[in-house]
């Protein structure tokens, strides 16, 4: 079965340092791996996707994922955090196994930005 | 480009009763899914509809049921809620089926069983 950990649930951060936000996969075939942030009382906003190619994945906002296939891991980076930056973010696997079309997502990492 | 929109925001309903709860997708979306984000259950898998069928559903008894109309906008109807039912229903579409095609979000619609 797929599944996404994400095994933090707050990151802490200082502003201008850099943030690191760690998630873990297990997939049978390709796969692909997406990354979310949720802010209050708001919906999910894509952030990057990975799908094939290279390791390294830029997304919006500064954000960047790398991907390792020998670690099954897809972490999230930032070089510089800004307190904005602080919400709920999310890694989540597509399963399109048995018919299914749909994002498995992890239980989320709250991350703290603090000026 | 207008993104995911859903009504209403809040929805305060008693148990036994039925909710509608609707989702107007991106413009040129054709597949639209909901996911409910429970507290402590994390973000779940309800429905997925394109091209005005239903082609899969999570692990959610029959009384989650929706539609997908021509237009592709969506509505999910929850009857007989329980209190468990209280949560945020996320509705997303997406450009086809197609792998490498995100999932996009709306707002949410938060309900409230009391």
């Known amino acids: 079965a797929q599944s996404v950990a994400q095994p933090e649930d707050q990151v802490n951060v200082a502003e201008g340092n850099p943030l690191t936000v760690k998630c873990t996969y297990s997939?049978?075939?390709?796969?692909?791996l997406f990354w979310y942030v949720q802010y209050p009382n708001r919906g999910l906003q894509f952030l990057l996707k990975?799908?094939?190619?290279?390791?390294l994945v830029k997304g919006s906002y500064g954000f960047e994922a790398e991907f390792n296939k020998s670690q099954t891991s897809f972490h999230l980076k930032k070089p510089s955090a800004l307190v904005s930056d602080s919400a709920l973010y999310f890694c989540a696997v597509r399963d399109v196994t048995g018919g299914y079309n749909k994002l498995i997502f992890g239980a989320g990492t709250r991350l703290a930005v603090h000026p | 480009e207008a993104g995911v929109t859903q009504s209403p925001t809040h929805l305060i309903k008693t148990r036994g009763q039925q909710a509608t709860l609707r989702c107007s997708p991106i413009?040129?979306?054709?597949?639209v899914y909901w996911y409910q984000q429970a507290l402590g259950l994390g973000l779940q898998f309800l429905l997925w509809?394109?091209?005005?069928?239903?082609?899969n559903r999570g692990n959610f008894p029959p009384r989650f049921s929706g539609r997908q109309f021509p237009n592709y906008s969506s509505e999910l109807n929850v009857n007989a809620l329980e209190l468990e039912d209280s949560a945020l229903y996320l509705c997303a579409s997406s450009s086809g089926q197609g792998l490498n095609q995100p999932q996009h979000f709306g707002d949410g619609t938060r309900l409230s069983i009391l």
């Open positions: 990975y799908i094939t190619g290279d390791n």
């Open positions: 997939v049978s075939g390709n796969p692909y």
């Open positions: 413009s040129g979306h054709t597949s």
């Open positions: 509809y394109d091209e005005g069928e239903e082609r």
